[in-house]
Every structure is written in C-alpha cells, then in structure tokens.
C-alpha cells in the first residue's frame, strides 16, 4: 500500500456487495445477468506507521427482469476506511450508498398505490467492539428468498 494508490475492488468482494442486497435492503435478488454496471475503487488518502485511511467510490447500474425481480437500480456508493496492515484488518468501514429503484411489477408487499421509483438509501458501518461477521448472508435470506434462487446462488 502507498498514499496515492488506487485500485479497483473486484471478484468476490464486489460480487456479494451488489448481488446480496448490501447497497439496498429490502430488494429481491440480483442474478449475475443482471448487473450492468459495478465499479468500486479504493484510494489511499494518507498513512501512518502501520495504518493507512481509504477512501471508496463507486456506482452501480442493475437490471433485471427475472421471475423474483422485475426492477431497476442505479446507485452511487462513497465511504472511508482504516486498515490496519499489522493486524490485516479494518479498524473501521463507513460506507453509504443512494440510488433510485424503479419496480416495473408492483407486490402487495412492497409498495401501496402506484409509485414504481424510489429513492433507496444505506449505511454499513463496521463496528470495532464486535468480532467481524465473515460470510454475511443476503438480506431476507432467512424469511424472503425463494428457495430456488438460494440454491442458484449457495454455490
């Protein structure tokens, strides 16, 4: 890590932020097919002996018109962190994401009249007092995912 790097995060860590609902709670199911766009960066602002700040940018476009979600969401993400490169890990995450969710198909559950675009918003914020959670489960998973979807994505 040097002050002034920049990368982009990829692969798994990119995979479950956008298609396990971490940037909305509350949404169906992202497939792979419907991810049009996901970009996040991590920056190096300033580092001290072992510790370094970051800083996260990203935005995301997703589409899908699957049996379990008929919707749209284009969002943009920013956020800091403290990586502590002597105990590989985060002394703290703050992230927060806002975007626009479009429903084509509106459930009874999920909206009352007729009102197809909504502002969504999020905060993760990674708490130091309490052991880190590795494998964190879509939300709803327990109570809302269907059954054939959590076995396309329990790979």
Request: proline fraction near 4%.
């Amino acid at each position: 890590l040097k002050n002034g790097a920049t990368e982009q995060i990829k692969g798994q860590a990119l995979n479950h932020l956008v298609r396990d609902n971490h940037l909305m709670l509350g949404c169906p199911p992202w497939n792979d097919e419907s991810i049009k766009e996901a970009r996040l960066q991590v920056k190096v602002t300033a580092e001290k002996g072992d510790l370094y700040q970051l800083r996260y940018e990203g935005s995301f476009h997703l589409d899908s018109d699957s049996k379990w979600n008929k919707s749209a969401y284009r969002g943009k993400l920013l956020g800091k962190a403290t990586w502590d490169a002597s105990k590989k890990r985060f002394q703290s995450i703050q992230w927060v994401s806002l975007g626009e969710r479009n429903q084509r198909e509106l459930r009874r559950n999920e909206t009352r009249g007729n009102v197809h675009v909504t502002k969504v918003g999020s905060v993760f914020e990674l708490d130091p007092m309490l052991p880190n959670d590795h494998g964190i489960t879509p939300h709803r998973w327990k109570y809302g995912y269907p059954r054939e979807m959590k076995a396309l994505i329990s790979r």
